[in-house]
């Protein structure tokens, strides 16, 4: 059958209305520097082309409008937003098969939204169907937007590391995001901008409706619609797994599937634990040991390790060291392995590290090896269990004989850090006990970590108290006293034999502690030691090399070997040359990394000698 004339010139107009579509985008990619390539676009050029026109012919809307607009934004952030952030961050060229799925995916949904609100406006219910495809299109810009905000913030595009620390963040952490960031009028704003966006989509549907309903309806237009959403779902199925996003996303989600394999081995690897108990140091100089993880701690900003630091926040450790206090051991160069709190518990909490290739979920921990070696195991945490799933570090902690969280829920605690001081009072001194206490510390926002009465360091007029170093300052001040009374009440009622002092990772005042930012100030970290005269005596070797290694550079994801060396307790599942605990450790700042590799120590400018101490 022949076309008319008007037909022809409809079909004209869709040829060209689908192929400004495509050159545009593609030109766009090869603008931002992301050439898609011949062999990956012109396989889909007719496929894209033919869908377009397609979709122009059976909704009768142009795919140009402002009808189609909601719907064409919505495609085209999903189609432009990941390849354009991914160009701004870094400079290197990206895979052109991957802006290829981002393209179909993009275009594919531009289609399904035309087609599935063209055949529901068909169906009736005009203003019902306007709202709810609204309310779609917000939905379906909720991860390009996420993408936005995060680049807005940071200058840089999602990564693994951030959208895990996104994946495991709760409700409560997100309001105090939003209140100390934005506070609450921005907020409201925000909140009206949504709202004002959704009614704006509300009218170009209803202007969509009218386009749909001016037309003859056929029944040929409706079997081309069912064909469209039947291919534009195969297609979002088939790439959207390809995609850079879901390759992140997987990533997250595969971490979280094998961090959960860790319980379900747990006692398997706890029984190939051969440890000798008559030889190790509960049975040499029984008493108490005690490992305190703090949070957020860099060395930069502790008076004690950086004496320019203009405030005097550690007035308690500072004393102990002005005094060369009999015990006290200050490592001068030690580092996180990486910059959150996750990563670098799972590593240092057990065998897994940067240097050994050892899984999480197949390896044991340091409260494993506390009671092969004849401790009770004792865990208090004043962070809470946060998370959809179990965090590596709460996983870790239920395998402890006591388990206990300031707030025992998945929320993240309002406390203050002297809400575990209490938790000492159940301890038995009479056994030999392993305690962790891990901490809030200099959490962000550091303001929120330390009550009125350690305010003593004041934020500038017009500063913000929740990010200054003043307020940063308190919270060093705070932790500083919170660890003093940790120390005296168990030298006093436990029989202290050792305390462990160390912090996950470090900060940076202006940009905190996220890995897509990265500086050497959020990897700096205090790491100190207590050894009682008993302990002294017991294991004279042990604390040789400690006395001699304060120089030494070291990394806490070397923790699990070196706490194994403190309680004297080898095993087929430790490392000698790990263990900065003995003369057999064999790393130097040459030899050792961060970030999990990605840095070495030697980058570190502001490095402080390597030298073993006389």
Request: hydrophobic share 40%; net charge negative; proline share 4%.
């Amino acid at each position: 059958m022949l076309m008319t004339a008007k037909q022809q010139d409809e079909l004209i107009r869709h040829l060209t209305a689908a192929s400004v579509y495509f050159c545009c985008l593609i030109a766009f990619y090869i603008d931002i520097g992301q050439d898609m390539g011949a062999k990956y676009f012109m396989p889909i050029l007719i496929p894209i082309i033919l869908g377009l026109v397609l979709t122009e012919w059976a909704t009768k809307v142009r795919i140009f409008s402002m009808a189609a607009l909601p719907n064409l934004f919505t495609g085209l952030a999903w189609a432009m937003t990941f390849p354009l952030l991914y160009s701004w961050t870094f400079t290197t060229g990206w895979y052109p098969s991957k802006i290829c799925f981002d393209f179909v995916v993009g275009t594919a949904g531009f289609i399904l939204l035309m087609c599935l609100e063209s055949v529901l406006v068909r169906l009736g219910h005009v203003k019902i169907t306007s709202f709810l495809m609204a309310l779609l299109n917000f939905a379906c810009l909720a991860i390009p937007f996420v993408q936005w905000v995060y680049y807005c913030l940071f200058w840089h595009c999602l990564s693994p590391a951030s959208l895990m620390a996104l994946y495991l963040t709760n409700y409560r952490e997100s309001i105090d995001f939003i209140q100390s960031n934005l506070g609450l009028l921005p907020t409201l704003a925000i909140l009206a901008g949504f709202a004002l966006f959704i009614w704006l989509c509300y009218r170009q549907h209803l202007k969509f409706a009218r386009f749909t309903q001016a037309e003859d309806n056929e029944a040929s237009q409706f079997g081309v619609l069912a064909l469209l959403v039947a291919v534009t779902l195969w297609a979002q199925s088939f790439y959207l797994p390809q995609t850079s996003w879901a390759e992140l996303w997987n990533d997250v989600t595969t971490y979280v599937s094998q961090t959960q394999e860790y319980s379900s081995g747990h006692d398997e690897r706890y029984d190939s634990l051969m440890i000798d108990a008559n030889a190790a140091l509960a049975a040499k100089a029984p008493g108490t040991v005690i490992v305190i993880i703090g949070e957020s701690a860099s060395r930069n900003y502790m008076k004690a390790y950086t004496p320019e630091f203009p405030f005097e926040n550690t007035p308690w450790f500072s004393e102990k060291m002005a005094n060369e206090e009999p015990g006290f051991l200050k490592f001068n160069n030690a580092y996180a392995c990486w910059s959150q709190t996750v990563p670098v518990l799972q590593r240092a909490l057990t065998e897994q590290s940067q240097y050994n290739g050892k899984e999480f979920f197949e390896s044991a921990s340091i409260l494993d090896v506390a009671k092969k070696a004849g401790y009770e195991t004792w865990w208090f945490s004043n962070q809470g269990r946060y998370g959809q799933y179990d965090s590596a570090i709460t996983l870790v902690a239920k395998t402890a004989d006591h388990a206990s969280w300031t707030d025992d829920s998945y929320n993240f605690t309002d406390k203050y850090d002297e809400a575990l001081l209490p938790y000492l009072t159940q301890i038995d001194p009479s056994k030999n006990n392993f305690i962790v206490l891990h901490i809030m510390g200099s959490h962000i926002y550091y303001n929120n970590r330390y009550p009125a009465a350690f305010d003593k360091f004041k934020t500038e007029e017009g500063e913000t108290t929740m990010l200054s170093a003043p307020s940063y300052a308190n919270s060093i001040l705070y932790t500083d006293y919170v660890v003093s009374q940790i120390f005296d009440y168990a030298q006093k009622h436990l029989n202290l034999q050792a305390m462990v002092y160390f912090s996950d990772h470090g900060e940076n005042l202006q940009i905190s502690h996220n890995p897509d930012v990265f500086t050497f100030d959020m990897v700096r970290i205090p790491f100190w030691m207590y050894l009682s005269p008993a302990y002294q005596e017991a294991m004279p070797g042990h604390t040789q090399a400690l006395y001699d290694h304060r120089n030494q550079y070291f990394t806490n994801d070397m923790l699990y070997d070196t706490i194994c060396g403190l309680l004297n307790a080898p095993s087929s599942r430790y490392s000698p040359e790990q263990d900065f605990a003995s003369y057999t450790y064999s790393f130097s700042r040459n030899d050792l990394t961060t970030m999990l590799g990605q840095h070495k120590l030697t980058e570190d400018a502001d490095g402080g000698p390597e030298e073993a101490t006389e």
